[in-house]
């Protein structure tokens, strides 16, 4: 008995051994980090630390050896900031791109913040300014190891006149994001968080954050253009632009969220999302899109939570709440649909599984229609009119009827001005003819008196 037992043990410690040698944890090396150390790459070739020294080359050359790899995982010690507020590489890929992160084709690079910035530090927009750029081909994983004690990694300091503020994800790239935040970027072009830039560049999203970023043009959190997104969990909050979509503007593709929230962002259209062309929109699990703000002081918004303007229906699955949005005079605008001058085939919204419990707010605008008709009737009461728009039930199907407007108005004011004029001039005339007519009786008996005659009385 005694044997076996330390045969087991011996066994035990062997299994424990062989999987912490082929999957190495990302804190496994964390807990005796020689002083002084930057970072560190963990690769299947073992484990080097880097120092900001000139033998050791500091975050330049730990990230050149990290791309020379296949796959790598890249953990920091401190701060990675550009030092002369243009470039945080110099050599390798770097110097192809500015002073870009880049991740090359082909290559794995997880990126574990460990609590830090990586932070390009621009005070000014510059050509390809964001702070990572992903090839086609290759993938970037970012987490954060200290988020479940408060951590506060990200990725900042982007300033780009033609790209991404924060990380450009070419066609055919992936960017993963367990934790950490992409944040305090912007761009004069758009997508100042996040660009995903064509056909099969893709976001995957279990955690994290995407705030506080700015963009000129659309998407002040996201813009993508024919790629994907999916959202299991995470924010998208505080992002602002200039045009479309201050989380996430949608032009094409596809975007999920299985759970996650968009709030408080903010743009002249879509505050939270905009989608245009054939994107396709779904809200499931318990995904909120709340607290955004559509339009300007100088500007006319159109959809506080979601414009809608896709020629796909707008999916929904499970308990999603679209609420609380609004525009900036305070009218409440949440899941707004574009009605423009070509049919909308189809319903504008498909219900794959809705639970009772989900909420969303509706509205429409554009052309000239008073009602819209947007959906089969569903089995759960999710829908509510916003602000002054009626929701109307009939023949099995949900129609939505907006207050007249003063253009809408128009017609029957001027019919009604025109009547008003007429019956003015109809009295006037009517008056001054008496007035005319008493004047003349007045004038034929001052006249008879001049005269001497009497006024003949008639008799009887």
């Known amino acids: 008995m005694k044997h076996s037992s330390i045969l087991r043990t011996a066994a035990v410690l062997l299994s424990a051994f062989v999987t912490a040698a082929v999957f190495p944890s990302p804190c496994a090396y964390a807990e005796s980090v020689p002083p002084g150390a930057v970072s560190v790459i963990n690769t299947d ?10 033998a050791s080359g500091g975050m330049t050359a730990m990230w050149n050896d990290a791309v020379s790899a296949s796959a790598a995982t890249v953990k920091l010690f401190t701060d990675w900031t550009s030092v002369n507020g243009t470039q945080l590489v110099t050599e390798g890929k770097g110097a192809a791109f500015n002073g870009v992160i880049c991740v090359p084709s082909g290559h794995e690079v997880t990126i574990d913040l460990n609590g830090h910035s990586i ?22 994983k970012l987490t954060d190891t200290t988020a479940a004690s408060g951590g506060a990694g990200r990725i900042t300091g982007g300033n780009s006149t033609n790209s ?12 993963i994001i ?34 506080k970023n700015t963009a000129d043009g659309s998407g002040g959190g996201i813009a993508m253009a024919s ?25 094409g593709g596809t975007v999920s969220f299985q759970a996650g929230s968009v709030s408080s962002n903010s743009a002249v259209s879509g505050g939270g999302i905009c989608t245009l062309e054939d994107a396709s929109l779904s809200l499931r699990g318990s995904a909120t899109i709340q607290n955004n703000v559509a339009g300007t002081a100088e500007q006319q918004g159109r959809g506080g939570g979601i414009f809608a303007q896709g020629s796909k229906p707008v999916i929904f699955a499970d308990s999603p709440s679209v609420t609380g949005n609004r525009q900036s005079d305070g009218t409440i ?8 001058s070509q049919p909308f085939v189809g319903p504008r919204v ?95 008996r001052k006249k008879r008196s001049s005269q001497g005659q009497r006024p003949v009385r008639k008799q009887g």
């Open 45 to 54: 070739m073992g484990t080097t630390f880097y120092y900001d020294t000139p």
């Open 119 to 140: 932070d390009r530090a621009l005070s000014a927009s510059v050509e390809n300014g964001e702070v990572i750029y992903v090839e086609s081909g290759a993938t970037l």
């Open 164 to 175: 991404a503020g924060g990380i450009q994800v070419a066609a055919g790239g992936k960017l």
């Open 178 to 211: 367990w934790g950490g935040s992409i944040s305090g970027n912007h761009t004069d072009a758009s997508g100042g968080g996040i660009v995903l830039d064509g056909e099969g560049a893709s976001l995957y999203m279990t955690g994290g954050k995407i705030e």
């Open 227 to 251: 790629a994907s997104v999916e959202v299991i969990s995470g924010n998208i909050s505080e992002n602002a632009a200039g045009e479309n979509g201050g989380g996430i503007f949608q032009q």
């Open 333 to 340: 605008s949440n899941l707004t649909f574009f009605v423009s």
């Open 350 to 444: 498909e219900d794959q599984g809705v639970t009772g419990t989900a909420v969303v707010g509706v509205n429409f605008v554009g052309g000239e229609e008073r009602e819209m008709g947007f959906a089969p009737s569903w089995n759960t009461n999710i829908f509510k009119a916003d602000g002054a728009f009626q929701l109307i039930e009939a023949d099995q199907v949900y129609y939505l009827k907006r207050p007249a407007s003063p253009e809408d108005y128009m017609p029957f004011v001027w019919i009604g001005m025109g009547a008003i004029v007429v019956i003015l001039i109809v009295l006037i005339t009517t008056i001054l003819v008496a007035v005319k007519k008493k004047k003349n009786r007045r004038k034929k």
